[in-house]
């Protein structure tokens, strides 16, 4: 098990430049969530995955965004036409339904810089 | 406001001190979760509760749900424990939102 992981660590775009970034979840984990940090601030709710389907979408996540999860393991997040504002960490994590306890586990994020 | 607040946002203590940080929500939940991030952003999760109170070694949660009210204690602190606890409150609405607090700064002085 080597934990959630996220690539790349750092990405650096000039706005109007589309990304994309991947997360690999813990392998039987069958949630999967997006968020986003700014800094001095905590996470905020972007997107959730059971299994293959999104299930909840922020209102934060314009069209501009788009995640997907197409065979229920990995999941990549999208962003088209970045804006400076897109700036932020991007935070992957999951967590296995169905259990009393179920931790979520973080990976270590993409931090997009958008010049 | 936010829908979920935490206190204080930041805490230094002395090495050895009572620690407790609070987080108060609004929206109705069916858990709660206890998060620690350290600087460079890993985040580490410390306990998930729906009632009542969990421990794990000097880590204590507890939350009433009346109140909707949740605190994490940490005795005999340590400067290792010096940390962001966050925490996020998981919805009720079986869609599993997460709504996280901004945060406690938490730094323990030797």
């Known amino acids: 098990d080597t934990g959630v992981s996220q690539d790349p660590r750092h990405k650096i775009t000039k706005r109007g430049q589309n990304v994309t970034f991947r997360c690999d979840p813990i392998?039987?984990?069958?949630?999967l969530y997006w968020y986003r940090q700014t800094l001095g601030q905590g996470p905020e709710f972007l997107t959730y995955?059971?299994?293959?389907?999104?299930?909840?979408k922020s209102r934060l996540l314009s069209d501009r965004f788009s995640a997907e999860r197409p065979k229920g393991s990995f999941s990549t997040l999208e962003i088209q036409r970045t804006e400076q504002g897109d700036s932020a960490m991007y935070l992957c994590?999951?967590?296995?339904?169905?259990?009393?306890?179920?931790?979520?586990?973080f990976g270590n994020g993409t931090r997009l810089t958008v010049t | 406001k936010n829908e979920v607040e935490q206190s204080p946002q930041n805490l230094t203590a002395q090495e050895g001190e009572f620690i407790t940080i609070n987080c108060s929500y609004s929206?109705?939940?069916?858990?709660l979760h206890w998060l620690q991030q350290h600087p460079g952003g890993g985040i580490v999760s410390l306990f998930m509760?729906?009632?009542g109170k969990k421990k794990h070694g000097r880590l204590i949660a507890t939350i009433n749900i009346q109140e909707k009210h949740s605190s994490l204690h940490i005795t005999a602190s340590h400067p290792r424990d010096s940390a962001v606890y966050i925490c996020?409150?998981?919805?009720?609405?079986?869609?599993?939102?997460?709504?996280f607090g901004t945060g406690t700064r938490l730094t323990i002085i030797p």
């Open positions: 994590a999951s967590s296995l339904d169905g259990l009393e306890y179920s931790p979520l586990h």
């Open positions: 995955f059971q299994n293959e389907a999104q299930l909840e």
């Open positions: 996020a409150a998981v919805s009720n609405f079986g869609n599993e939102k997460l709504t």
């Open positions: 929206v109705g939940i069916s858990a």
């Open positions: 392998s039987e984990h069958n949630r």
């Open positions: 509760l729906s009632s």
